[in-house]
């Protein structure tokens, strides 16, 4: 069964900073392009960062720009996702997305950012 | 940013009767080679999103055949031939050509 199961989704004052893991289980991980996906609840998606499967090509959003960074670790099947200088529209739920000629999300991480 | 606009955003239909959302992208999705990174999603209530069509008209595995994608350049469309209860939610196009991949507003379906 394929899985991807976020954690270090929490509660942070504006400022602070987060590191949100994924790990993958059940399909060839080193093999897929990674994404976190972020979603306001009852609102629409949208694309934070992705990495291609070597890690080589590494990009966020410009509205996270300086304040995000993407890596992974294809050892460990993991994603990670560092988020620093948190604002309040940073709140969201945060998606794990794998992306190929399959693709897999995770039931994602909540994030809120708030004094 | 390439702006993807769908419509309509709120689709009622009765159950075993057709259904079409609309997506337009705000530039070309041709990449130089040709291919269209043309995607559609649906999410179900506290749910994570499902990927239904890959590359304008590909269905993932599993997908019913009842779901068709088309469309080029900078105008697609998702079709549902008989819609079933399963089918309600919210329907997302979106483009992975250009950084930053961009989605739709979402097409909320729902059984009239």
């Known amino acids: 069964e394929v899985q991807l199961v976020e954690s270090g989704g929490d509660l942070v004052q504006p400022g602070g900073s987060l590191r949100l893991s994924c790990v993958g289980s059940g399909f060839t991980f080193r093999v897929f392009w990674m994404n976190w996906v972020r979603q306001v609840p009852g609102k629409g998606l949208e694309w934070v960062a992705n990495?291609?499967?070597?890690?080589?090509?590494?990009r966020c959003v410009d509205s996270l720009r300086g304040r995000c960074s993407v890596s992974r670790d294809n050892a460990g099947n993991s994603l990670f996702l560092d988020l620093n200088t948190l604002r309040a529209e940073d709140t969201a739920i945060y998606y794990c997305m794998a992306w190929g000629a399959s693709a897999y999300w995770g039931q994602g991480t909540r994030v809120t950012v708030s004094s | 940013d390439v702006v993807m606009t769908q419509s309509p955003l709120s689709l009622p239909v009765p159950l075993g009767q057709p259904a079409s959302i609309s997506c337009r992208s705000s530039?070309?999705?041709?990449?130089?080679?040709?291919?269209?990174?043309l995607s559609w999603l649906h999410q179900r209530a506290g749910q994570p999103p499902r990927r239904l069509i890959n590359d304008v008209s590909k269905r993932d595995s599993g997908v019913p055949d009842r779901f068709s994608g088309s469309g080029s350049d900078s105008n697609f469309t998702l079709r549902i031939s008989r819609v079933e209860a399963e089918d309600v939610g919210v329907y997302y196009c979106?483009?992975?050509?250009?950084?930053?991949?961009?989605f739709g507003q979402g097409t909320n379906l729902e059984i009239k």
């Open positions: 530039q070309s999705l041709v990449r130089g080679g040709g291919g269209i990174y």
């Open positions: 979106m483009q992975f050509t250009h950084w930053p991949h961009t």
């Open positions: 990495i291609s499967p070597d890690g080589s090509m590494k």
